[in-house]
C-alpha cells in the first residue's frame, strides 16, 4: 500500500540480499540501507536473506547501490513474487565440506594421530621424515584454503578492507595465522624463538572442513524453514483446462483471464478463484484454511485456487487470476510476516554489529597475554580459538528463523500474521471481545422451530420469496423448493410483509403485523429465536422461529481460550435477552449487548481500561474501527475486505478456533525466540573466555561454532509441528 506523505510517494519493497553469513552482516547490510536520505525504515532478515524497505519508490536505484557498496548486492523482488529458493546454495557447499574434508583427512590423521597414538609418529619420522610430512600437509592444507576455504577470503578481506569485519574475517584471521605460524615453521623455523617449532596446518584446515559443514548443515535446515511458502506455491497447478473458441485446451495458469471457463477432473488441484457453474462434489480446502474437513461445493458457490477438486467432475469460471487469487495473496502475507521484526531484534541487532570487532580486540588481547605470561605455541592457539570460537550467526539467526517457522505452520493452520508485531502482541491479550454475527455464529439466520402446517408453509414460503428482508430466504429454503407464485405482494414497514397466493391472504410479521391482522397472539418461540407469526385469511396459522446458527467451533474455541487464560467477551447489537441466551450457551464470561455500529469502538475502548490488552474479532465493515482500535485486530477471512485490511490477523477460514490458535503459535514462537537468544548469547559469554583461557583447540572451537548456528535453526524448526489441543 502507498502513501504520499510531503510530496514523496512511501512504498514497501523487498530486496533479496546476497553475502550474509552472520549476523554483523545483515546489521551492515541494514545500516547502509537506512542511510539513504528518504528510507524510513529497513530491516533485513538473515534467515531468509532478504530485506524489508519503506522508502521513497524513486530511490529504488539508490537502496541498491548502498547494500551492494556495504559488500551485500541487493535485488529487487518483484511484486507478486516471494524469494523462496534458498537451497541452491546448499549443493554447493555440500561439495565444498567434501572436497574440504577429503583434503584434510590426511593432516589430520597424520598429526592428530601422532600425538594420540605415538606409534604413528615415529613411523613417520623413520620412513619420510617430519620435514617432508610438514611439507605434504603445507601442501594440502594450501590446497584447502585457496580451494573450499577460498570463500572465506573472497568475503572476509574485502570486508577487513572497508573495516566492517564480519564471520568470514574471523574465520580468515583464524586460519591464515594457523596456517602463516606453521608455514614458517616448516620453511623458515630459525625466524621463530627456540623450542616454538610447531606446525598447526592441521588447525587451518579443520576449521574451514567444519565450518564448511555447519554452513552446509545451516543451509539445509534455514530451506526447511521457508518450507510453509514452498508448499503454498506448489499449490498452485501450472496448467488450467480452458474453454476456448468451444475446444478444451491447456492453457498456462498465467494465461488464465477473468471469465474463462475452467473444467475440473476428479482430484484436480483448482487454478485460479471462481464460482462454480455446473456439477457438485467436495472441495479439500485444508491447506488454505487448516480445516481437515471437505466442503461441499455446488452451483454458485465459490472456489479458491490450490485447493482440490474431490471426486465429482466440475465446471467453474474464473473471478480472480494471478495476483489477486486467494492463494496470492495469503503468500504474499505470510511471506511479510515471516521477513518481520519484532522488537527485541533492535536489541540483537545492536549487538551483533559491534560483536565481531570486539571479539578481534579479546583475541589480540589474548595473544599479548599469553606472549607476557605464556608462550608463543600457546598464545597463537588460544588467539586462533577466539576468532574461531565466537558466533555472532546463532544470534542473527535466533529471531527470524522463529519467526519464519512459526508464521508458517500458523499459515497452515489458517492463521495469518498480517503485521508482524502482532506475533509478539498477541500472545500477551487479557481479553478477546467477538463480534457475534459472522464471527462466532455462521451469520445467516435459519428457522429452527415451526408450528405451521405444511400447506400453510407453501403460502408463506410463496409470499417471502418476494421479499428482500434478511429472513426471508431462510424462510424460502425452510419452506419448500417448488412454491407457488404470490401476486399483490407489499411490505409493511415496521410490521412484516402480505400477499395473495392462490386467491389466499396470507400475512407475515411481528406480533404488531398480527394486531393489523384482528389476531392476538402469544411469543412462545424458545429463548434466542426470532419470532415470525403468520395469518392466513384472517386465521392465525402459526409461528417460526430463527436464530443464527452457531459455529460448529465456537464453544470449543471458547473454552480453549478460557484454558489459556483469557477473558472471552461478546459484543453484540442484539437484545440482551437473545445475546445472553448465545452467551450464556457458550460460556462467554462477559456479553455486551445492544451496541450499536459506532459503539463498538467504545466497548473495546472500556474493555482496555487499566491497561488490560484486548483482542477484538470481527468480520464486516462496521467491525473496522474496532479492529483498528484493539490492541490487536482479528478479521475473519471470510468477511469484507475492508475488515481484513484493518487487521493485524486473519482467519482464513472464518474459523473462530483461529484465535486460540494464534495465540497459542504466538507463546510457542516467543518462548521459542527466548531459548534461541538464550543459548547464542550464553554460548559465546561462556566459550569465549574458555577459548581465551587455552582451554580449547582451535579445531573444538570451529565444531561448537558451526554447532551452534546449526542448533539455533533445528530449535526453531520444530515450530513445524506445533499444535492446538481440541481445535
Known sequence: MKTVTKGYVMTTMRFEISGLNCGACAARAEKAMSGVAGVVSAHVNLADHTATVQADAGLLAQIEAASGGAGYPAKVIVKGEVAVDRDDETPALRDATFLAALLTLPIFSVEMGGHVFPAIHHFIAQSIGLQASWIVQFVLATAVLIGPGRVFYRLGVPALLRRAPDMNSLVVLGATAAWGYSTIATFAPHILPAGSVAVYFEAAAVIVTLILLGRWLEARAKGRTGAAIKR????????????????????????VIVGDVIHLAAGERIPVDGTVQSGAGFIDESMISGEPIAVEKGQGDSVIAGTLNGTAALVMRAQAVGADTMLARIIAMVAEAQGARLPVQDLVNKITLWFVPAV????????????????????LVAGVSVLIIACPCAMGLATPTSIMVGTGRAAEL??????????????GVDVVAFDKTGTLTKGAPRVMTSTIGAADLLLVGAVEAASNHPLAAAIVSFAADDLPTASGVET?????????????????????????EG????????AGQTPVFAAIDGRFAGVLGLSDEVKP?????????????VQVVMISGDTAEAAGVLGQSLGIDRVIAGVLPEGKVDAV????????????????????????????????????????????IVLVSGNPAGVARAIEISRRTLRNIWQNLGWAFGYNVVLIPVAALGWLTPQLAALAMAASSVLVVTNALRLRWVKVASL
Open 232 to 255: 503454498l506455491i506448489g499449490l498452485r497447478p501450472d496448467t488450467a483446462r480452458v474453454l476456448r473458441d468451444g475446444q478444451i485446451v491447456p492453457v498456462k495458469v498465467e494465461d
Open 360 to 379: 578481534m580486540v579479546i583475541a589480540a588481547a589474548t595473544v599479548v597475554l599469553w606472549l607476557v605470561f605464556g608462550s608463543l605455541p600457546m598464545a
Open 414 to 427: 489458517g492463521v495469518l500474521f498480517r503485521r508482524g508485531d502482532a506475533l509478539q502482541s498477541v500472545q
Open 492 to 516: 409493511i414497514a415496521g410490521l412484516g410483509i402480505a400477499g395473495d397466493v392462490a386467491g389466499r391472504r396470507v400475512a407475515i410479521g411481528n406480533s404488531a403485523m398480527m394486531q393489523r
Open 519 to 526: 389476531l392476538e397472539v402469544e411469543d412462545d418461540t424458545p
Open 553 to 565: 467451533s465456537s464453544h470449543a474455541t471458547v473454552n480453549a481460550l478460557q484454558a489459556q487464560g
Open 605 to 648: 475502548r472500556a474493555l482496555q481500561k487499566d491497561g488490560r490488552s484486548v483482542a477484538f474479532v470481527g468480520d464486516g465493515i462496521n467491525d473496522a474501527p474496532a479492529l483498528a482500535a484493539a490492541d490487536v485486530g482479528i478479521a475473519m477471512g471470510t468477511g469484507t475486505d475492508i475488515a481484513v485490511d484493518s487487521a493485524d
